[in-house]
């Protein structure tokens, strides 16, 4: 039987694309920094390349966050050498490299951190299911037992049949606020989500007591004001994910 990577009890503060105030998102130095200053959860975006292999981009496109242009899916991993994914935010991180699912895999199992690893797909991304799961899979499978991972994304078909396929995996179902004025609770027990991972906004007081009785844990994107965060908590939201993790390390403790 495959080995379970379950999200503990407690609440947890999650870098959104690690440490991305601080260096350049979703890129190795992101995320040692979040590693340096303490935190324990990261959150990233995984898209595929052409060749099939899944790197960590949030943008459907490279124009944003490298010194290329044009769609991921345009690209094999022979182009990654010549990709800067730094020099956009600062001088200081030029040449830091586009990462691979499989490279921030060995950071995981070096440092011990968890990841909510957030799957592009439909309008985010010219990735298919089927090939984002096959992608994927191989490289979740080389964690180190005890190291948490929620998989999270927009697209409920393909929760659903990643977690037909890896049910050991937490899901977690991601919803805009237009999208919780349809079936958002149907839509989440169809992909099989433990989770529901809404982005914040003023009618999630009301939302929290329809989470619990439907029996799932809550998590909200994306929160920068510590004040939020400490009201989020109190009305029992079990993550955070925020731009200004190292900020909110006390948070985690209370």
Wanted: aromatic share 6%; hydrophobic share 40%; net charge neutral.
């Amino acid at each position: 039987m495959a080995q379970a990577h379950l999200p503990s009890e407690g609440p947890k503060i999650i870098a959104h694309r690690g440490l991305c105030r601080r260096a350049p998102e979703n890129t190795l130095a992101a995320f040692e920094l979040a590693y340096r200053t303490g935190v324990q959860w990261l959150e990233t975006d995984v898209d595929l390349l052409k060749d099939g292999t899944p790197i960590l981009l949030h943008d459907a496109t490279l124009d944003r966050t490298t010194n290329t242009s044009g769609p991921a899916s345009a690209r094999t991993s022979q182009d990654l050498p010549a990709i800067d994914a730094g020099s956009w935010f600062s001088p200081a991180f030029a040449g830091e490299p586009l990462p691979t699912l499989a490279s921030l895999i060995d950071f995981l199992n070096r440092t011990g951190m968890n990841c909510n690893v957030e799957l592009k797909s439909g309008k985010e991304s010219d990735a298919a299911p089927e090939a984002m799961i096959a992608a994927t899979l191989p490289q979740l499978a080389r964690l180190n037992p005890g190291i948490e991972i929620i998989v999270s994304s927009f697209n409920p078909d393909l929760l659903a049949q990643f977690h037909e396929a890896a049910p050991e995996y937490t899901i977690a179902a991601l919803f805009k606020p237009r999208h919780l004025a349809k079936d958002w609770i149907g839509v989440a027990h169809g992909c099989g989500a433990t989770y529901i991972h809404p982005k914040d906004h003023l009618r999630l007081p009301s939302l929290l007591p329809i989470a619990r009785r439907e029996g799932f844990r809550v998590g909200v994107w994306t929160v920068n004001k510590k004040a939020r965060a400490r009201e989020l908590l109190g009305l029992g939201v079990e993550s955070i994910i925020t731009n200004k993790a190292d900020k909110f390390l006390p948070l985690a403790v209370e």
